[in-house]
């Protein structure tokens, strides 16, 4: 299954009985499937349902010495990790995202420790919970995950103050929900609103730049990102603030084996883009920190992180 998704709002948050506002938070969207039986397990799926349970080892095994233990749910979530300043910040989850190595993973659970936020349930004991409204669901949540690792973030009446609130603490934004709205997987509801607070859009990657005077892709020092249209990868510009060494050596094993000899833009990239430039099939999606677009470029653009849980069809 995959889950449901929020539309972008259109600047102001909406108001009445009829909604509730929750925070927008910067992590890996992921389903949580516990089944009953002699083979209870809790598998975990992204957003384009790969299986990634064995990554989050610490996520799918909270629930091992609860009473849910055993209990048939689905739930709705995401993954978080704090930066230094104490803020979820998708970078930090991404020391995590690609690794599969049992031991590895077992060290990074230490260094590297994460919180599932739970904010939706679609299943209980059997029983299709996604035709009911969410203030149902929502309840229902709250009850069954309750004393459990699993955290059910909460959920606000004033969408404005949470708003502000957000901004001032440098949250990303927030999602306002209708609460009559009925789970539609895979869909990009109305009903879902997502607000916020930075230019954060997610791009596809055409190319890479090396570092100047340096030999290697060991030493990525940019990408050349694009936005999807109906005439194709269109150009949106170089982006190297915000890729460090951390970063470099991540990108440069996501970009290896992806080299194509010609330019996979529609539009024409200028000269002082392509001179260097390492051409690579337009698989790859990250996102990026800007202060908006100019004519087609974006402006002062900052690296922010692999989206291995988005395609480009996604976009």
């Known amino acids: 299954m995959r889950p449901m998704l929020a539309t972008t709002g259109g600047g102001h948050v909406p108001t ?33 349902e790969n299986d990634v349970t064995a990554s989050w080892p610490d996520v799918a095994g909270a629930l091992d010495e609860t009473d849910l233990a055993g209990r048939d749910l689905l739930v709705d979530g995401e993954v978080i990790a ?20 049992a031991a590895t993973v077992a060290r990074l659970v230490n260094a590297v420790p994460v919180t599932y936020m739970a904010f939706d349930l679609l299943r209980l004991d059997g029983r299709d919970l996604t035709d009911e409204p969410l203030e149902r669901r929502r309840a229902l949540l709250a009850e069954v995950l309750d004393g459990t690792p699993w955290q059910v973030p909460g959920a606000y009446d004033d969408g404005e103050m949470l708003r502000e609130a957000t901004l001032q603490q440098g949250l990303e ?27 954060r859009v997610s791009y596809v990657v055409g190319g890479w730049r090396p ?8 030493r990525l ?19 190297g603030s915000g890729i460090a060494a951390t970063q470099s050596r991540a990108l440069a094993d996501a970009v290896a084996g992806l080299t194509r000899t010609d330019s996979p833009f529609a539009d024409e990239v200028p000269r002082v883009d392509r001179l260097g430039t390492v051409w690579v099939e337009p698989v790859l999606v990250v996102d990026v920190d800007s202060h908006g677009r100019g004519y087609a470029r974006l402006r002062q653009p900052s690296y922010r992180g692999l989206r291995p849980d988005l395609s480009p069809e996604d976009l």
Not at 82 to 101: I, S
Not at 173 to 199: C, D, M, N, Q
Not at 225 to 233: H, Q
Request: glycine letters at 10%.
């Open 173 to 199: 934004g927030i999602v306002s929900k209708r609460l009559a709205s009925r789970y539609r997987p895979g869909e990009r509801s109305p009903h879902w609103l997502k607000l916020a607070h930075r230019h």
């Open 82 to 101: 704090l930066n230094a300043d104490g803020v979820p910040d998708f970078r930090t989850l991404q020391e995590r995202l690609h690794v599969r190595k």
């Open 221 to 239: 020092a940019a990408l050349l990102v694009g936005e999807p249209t109906p005439d194709g990868l269109a150009y949106r510009g170089r982006v």
């Open 16 to 48: 009445g009985e009829e909604w509730t506002h929750e925070v927008k938070w910067d992590g890996m969207r992921i389903l949580a499937d516990t089944t009953s039986g002699p083979a209870a397990r809790t598998r975990l799926t992204s957003r384009n």
């Open 211 to 218: 570092q100047t005077g340096a030999e290697g892709i060991d």
